[in-house]
């Protein structure tokens, strides 16, 4: 199995290089600086105790120099960032499955309009990961996994040797029968926390304590959408994402959030914005996600004027 690897950002730097580290077969399509790094000094890896290190890889800006040896890629692990106007899958070698790991319920769908659903892996990424730089990455404690899943609930055989490679790499993951739950769980977490963490400017420890009624709102919301899209999310999602908000570092904070805070290009739209849409479609009013979207678009919108 080849794996490639499309955008070498925080995600896709980690799970990548740990899979590069791990002894499996795995290329990486990248460009400009990134991709100028990797050629010349390789993949840097920070873990949570700092130590370094700096792998070889083989990284191109396009799939046929990356396959020129006759091997194809099996599947495409998508770590690209879901912001307005780009696509999110700017290339994809013919034949590949994509492994969505975008922290949208919406992106998804749009992978499988554009390649099949049976060429479409939904999956699920949990880490705090910090690109700190062209290819070089650093691991926060915490949680590191990417669940996979199918769109109709089926076993699949390349997707199970990919959870394989996972766990040998050291990095978890499983094989969801239903990885819509997941899906919407996580853009519970990290939406949320994303989006009211840029409008406080503020870590996750502050929204936990200072703003606990308005992220519990913020879930409540979200849940009701899922609900109301026919997820089967458990009874209990808001006090559980609560409790797993409650145990994160204190000074964690999502890529978005930072995206945002910075200024640039960040994936607001794809995460809130997502769900809010979604809510719309099932008819489900989401007052508190509105006002939190609303407030941070017209902040950016000041700030580009």
């Given at each position: 199995m080849r794996i490639g690897v499309l955008?070498?950002?925080?995600?896709?730097?980690?799970?990548?290089?740990?899979?590069?580290?791990?002894g499996y077969d795995v290329v990486f399509l990248a460009r400009g600086e990134t991709l100028a790094r990797l050629r010349e000094v390789g993949l840097t890896l920070i873990d949570e105790h700092g130590e370094r290190s700096t792998i070889p890889v083989k990284a191109a800006d396009n799939w046929d120099e990356l396959t020129a040896d006759g091997i194809g890629v099996d599947v495409v692990i998508a770590a690209t960032k879901a912001l307005p106007?780009?696509?999110?899958?700017?290339?994809?070698?013919?034949?590949?499955?994509?492994?969505?790991?975008h922290n949208s319920v919406e992106i998804p769908y749009l992978a499988a309009g554009r390649f099949g659903e049976d060429k479409v892996f939904p999956g699920v990424i949990r880490g705090f990961f910090i690109h700190t730089g062209p290819a070089e990455v650093t691991f926060r404690p915490g949680p590191m996994s990417l669940n996979i899943g199918t769109f109709d609930g089926s076993t699949n055989d390349l997707v199970g040797e990919v959870i394989e490679a996972l766990h040998t790499?050291?990095?978890?993951?499983?094989?969801?029968?239903?990885?819509w739950v997941d899906i919407w769980a996580k853009a519970m977490f990290v939406a949320n926390l994303g989006a009211l963490g840029a409008l406080a400017d503020s870590p996750i420890g502050y929204l936990r304590s200072e703003m606990r009624d308005s992220l519990t709102r913020m879930f409540e919301e979200t849940e009701a959408v899922g609900r109301?899209?026919?997820?089967?999310?458990?009874?209990?999602?808001?006090?559980?994402?609560?409790?797993?908000?409650?145990?994160?570092?204190?000074d964690n904070t999502s890529s978005m959030q930072r995206d945002y805070t910075e200024g640039l290009a960040n994936e607001l739209d794809a995460q809130i914005g997502a769900i809010r849409r979604m809510g719309q479609k099932v008819s489900v009013e989401t007052p508190t996600l509105d006002l939190v979207f609303g407030a941070l678009v017209g902040r950016q919108q000041n700030h580009k004027d």
């Open positions: 955008g070498v950002g925080a995600v896709g730097g980690w799970f990548g290089g740990r899979l590069v580290q791990a106007g780009n696509d999110p899958f700017p290339q994809v070698p013919a034949g590949a499955a994509v492994v969505t790991t790499a050291g990095l978890g993951g499983e094989q969801l029968p239903d990885i109301a899209c026919g997820v089967a999310l458990p009874e209990d999602i808001v006090s559980r994402t609560l409790a797993f908000t409650d145990a994160q570092g204190y």
